[in-house]
């Protein structure tokens, strides 16, 4: 039994005996040799045989790579007005696929800048005349009926319907000016006077022209592919450039698998072979004295006991296995070393090979230490450990490179719509590979969906070729040697490298046609390597893995960093999306019931 006149205590309610809590709020520290003690059981008064860095002074030697080399190409100096992307990358410009013309965009496009160019020249009411005459001397024919690619397309048929005999072929003059001729040549000239404006504006043609797209300065008609550094048999950029060093050493730096995107430091070699010549001499060395900083990064350690560390970045969720050597190396350096790593300011240029010609530091008691590369010694040594620095080409026993490259690239790179795409695919039923055209550049310059397209060539051939009667069916089988597949897989076949038992290559081949039984053309540059010029196309065939590649062409477009609006043509490559079947079979028996009577 309780007794119910007793109270019962269920909270103890502090009564503060001042309104006023400003010393409550300062923490004061009644027990410092408390505090004292704790530093001392952590280890925090232990002491190093090293104080912190108060100043450094470095020299650093400075180049600026000069020379260019595209894959199978002569050496060349490299510009200095556009980024190394646009020189690494730019892709020539198809105006015609064998005989038969494309591009019209780009076409009526410099023959409207033609037409502009004579409204400005002045000619005293005589530009009507000579927009007829240039009209009529470079004309746009309406399609032929051999070129199925520009009558299949109800939307290019209507537009070369519309322009034909009513515009002009800028591109026919161009080609005429660049060559040599005079842009008056044919021309009925109603005065003299007009000779020399004529012959001014046909050189602002091709200047303009030259400036809107860059393009391959080695471009001629006798070599189709000039200067391009795109590798058709290994499916990636290859090129090479060169810079002066100190002491009058030339160092070549080639980038062997660039797949086009974004250019940096990682996409570079040391190359040992012969220098390209021609470098420009070092500029001269930069000595700076700097306040080295310490290392910052969310979550990280803090140094003092009773200090708290940022909560947004959670070391303890990061769970690495036992094998797992990257993330263990990571977590060391951020939760035990952390506080060890400083860093010094060093401004670059964009487009620099540095290299750092000495370091002292001095610390807090006034000791100077010489600091040399923790990445120096041989470049093939495991042990070695460095950042930032290029491997060297070979497997030579080699001094390690601890220069450090930055590319005369740029941060941002707008890129187009794909103009092209090709999925290289494996098919193991049939054991082919398939270059798939998912996209595909119709003869105006618009991007056309693959399958469509060879729809609509299928259709137009169906309705303009004539089709034999077949034969009524005679048995209740027929035999077919093989079924039919779209026309925009193009197949590659697997064979044997010349001299080679054992080693395969991919080869182009083609696939006969459901109208006509010819050999099926393919309708991308990308595929159509060679393929004017009657060669044979071959693919490494370690360029197509189990995923597949993925190839596109897209318009480029950035700005140098004076302001300079650059547009160039390019090839990229990708990750495939896995393997494929195309449904190609041999050998087969259907079911065909005779007509009833």
């Known amino acids: 039994m309780t007794d119910p006149g007793a109270e019962v205590l269920d909270q103890l309610v502090g009564r503060p005996r001042a309104t006023e809590f400003t010393r409550a709020l300062r923490a004061e520290v009644r027990d410092p040799l408390w505090l004292l003690t704790r530093q001392w059981q952590l280890g925090e008064f232990r002491g190093t045989d090293g104080g912190s860095p108060v100043t450094a002074t470095y020299s650093v030697a400075r180049t600026r790579p000069s020379r260019f080399r595209p894959f199978g190409g002569p050496p060349e100096d490299l510009p200095t007005n556009r980024p190394l992307e646009t020189v690494a990358e730019r892709r020539r410009l198809t105006f015609a696929h064998g005989t038969e013309k494309i591009a019209f965009d780009l076409r009526l496009a410099i023959g409207h800048r033609w037409f502009k160019l004579l409204d400005q020249l002045g000619l005293l009411g005589h ?87 860059d393009q391959p300065t080695g471009v001629t008609q006798a070599d189709p592919d000039g200067d391009a550094t795109w590798d058709p048999r290994r499916l990636e950029h290859r090129f090479s450039v060169a810079a002066s060093m100190p002491g009058g050493a030339e160092k070549t730096l080639t980038a062997r698998e660039y797949p086009g995107g974004q250019l940096d430091w990682h996409a570079f070699s040391v190359d040992p072979g012969p220098p390209l010549g021609g470098a420009e001499p070092p500029e001269p060395a930069l000595a700076r004295t700097v306040f080295p900083a310490p290392v910052r990064y969310s979550g990280m350690p803090l140094p003092r006991w009773w200090a708290l560390e940022d909560g947004r970045t959670n070391f303890a969720a990061v769970r690495p296995d036992s094998t797992d050597l990257a993330r263990l190396v990571f977590l060391e350096f951020a939760l035990v070393f952390s506080n060890d790593w400083y860093q010094l300011p060093c401004d670059l240029p964009a487009g620099t090979v540095a290299r750092i010609r000495g370091l002292v530091v001095t610390d807090v008691f006034g000791h100077r230490q010489w600091v040399t590369p923790a990445g120096a010694g041989f470049d093939e040594d495991w042990q070695r450990w460095s950042m930032f620095t290029l491997d060297t080409i070979g497997g030579g026993d080699v001094p390690a490179d601890t220069d450090l490259f930055l590319p005369p690239s740029v941060p941002k790179v707008a890129e187009g719509p794909p103009l092209e795409e090709v999925l290289l695919i494996r098919d193991e039923n049939a054991n082919l590979v398939w270059g798939v055209e998912r996209t595909v550049q119709l003869p105006t310059g618009q991007p056309h969906r693959g399958a469509e397209a060879a729809a609509e060539v299928l259709a137009h051939r169906r309705r303009t070729t004539a089709q034999p009667v077949p034969d009524p069916p005679r048995a209740a089988l027929s035999y077919a040697a093989m079924n039919t597949i779209p026309e925009h897989w193009i197949p590659f076949i697997p064979v044997h490298v010349p001299g080679d038992n054992r080693e395969v290559q991919l080869q182009r081949a083609a696939m006969p046609s459901a109208v006509d039984g010819h050999p099926v053309r393919p309708r991308t540059t990308l595929l159509r390597e060679g393929f004017d010029r009657g060669q044979q196309y071959f693919v490494n065939e370690e360029e197509v893995p189990q995923a597949g590649t993925r190839l596109s062409v897209a318009y480029n477009r950035t700005r140098w960093h004076d302001g300079r609006p650059v547009v160039w043509l390019s090839a990229h490559r990708g990750a495939g999306r896995g393997e494929g079947s195309s449904g190609l079979v041999f050998d087969l028996l259907t079911s065909t019931p005779p007509p009833a009577d």
């Open 127 to 213: 530009v009507r005349k000579y927009e007829e005459q240039y009209a009529a001397k470079y004309p746009i024919a309406l399609p032929t009926a051999a070129d199925v690619t520009q009558r299949a397309n109800p939307a290019v048929w209507a537009t070369l319907q519309a322009v034909a005999g009513r515009r002009m072929d800028g591109y026919e003059l161009y080609l005429h000016v660049k060559g040599g001729g005079e842009a008056d040549d044919g021309i009925d000239t109603i005065r003299l006077l007009h000779h020399a404006p004529l012959v001014n504006a046909g050189k602002r043609l091709v200047a303009w022209f030259d400036a809107l797209i």
